[in-house]
């Protein structure tokens, strides 16, 4: 599953490695979309969920769900998402600083979920092309990465316009792959 504030890439990097195919043009995503990519002898499953959703919080008890889970009163969106996936990968837009903050909160909250415990985290400081771009320890630091526990983790600067590390992206998810 990929999360990650609006228009921080998600659609972007789906497109790149699925198909190849970069535009400067994407429309923000509604809800999700599921996409299957192939890459040598392994099928991706993705989940492109909209950063959208970020704030829409549903009760648990429209969706149907049992309240005896233990889960908070609400659960986010993006939990849903992520529950039974083999990695969540988080894409943050490492030029828009100024939403470093609000990306970190959402993140942190969207590991809390006992449902989600262990499940292996990517996160991927997209636009890199960009001049003045925060670098990978630069976002360790502002996402607090390094407070993250019982859990894999790894942080790449990446581009999907210019499609730099890409490669090694996509090892780490074959990796983590079953
Ligand atoms: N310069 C640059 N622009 C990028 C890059 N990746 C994505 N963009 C642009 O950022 C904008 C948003 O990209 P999307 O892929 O739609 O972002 P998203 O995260 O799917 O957004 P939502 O679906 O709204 O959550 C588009 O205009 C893209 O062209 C990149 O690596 N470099
Ligand atoms: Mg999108």
């Given at each position: 599953s990929i999360v990650g504030l609006q228009a921080s890439g998600k659609t972007s990097f789906v497109n790149v490695i699925g198909s190849g195919q970069w535009s400067e043009e994407v429309v923000p995503t509604v809800g999700f979309n599921v996409r299957n990519v192939r890459k040598g002898n392994i099928t991706l499953k993705i989940w492109d969920i909209a950063g959208a959703l970020t704030r829409q919080f549903q009760p648990i008890r429209s969706l149907g769900l049992s309240l005896s889970t233990g889960q908070p009163k609400f659960r986010s969106t993006w939990e849903r998402y992520c529950s039974g996936v083999d990695v969540i990968i988080f894409i943050v837009d490492s030029h828009d600083k100024e939403k470093f903050d609000a990306a970190r909160f959402e993140l942190h909250q969207l590991l809390s979920y006992q449902t989600l415990a262990a499940v292996p985290l990517l996160v991927l400081g997209n636009k890199n092309d960009l001049q003045d771009?925060?670098?990978?320890?630069?976002?360790?630091?502002?996402l607090e990465?390094?407070?993250?526990?019982?859990?894999?983790?790894?942080?790449?600067?990446?581009?999907?316009?210019?499609?730099?590390?890409?490669?090694i992206v996509l090892q780490w998810l074959t990796k983590h792959s079953h």
């Open positions: 771009h925060a670098t990978v320890n630069e976002l360790i630091k502002a990465l390094d407070k993250i526990r019982s859990r894999a983790v790894s942080c790449y600067s990446c581009s999907m316009k210019s499609q730099h590390n890409l490669d």
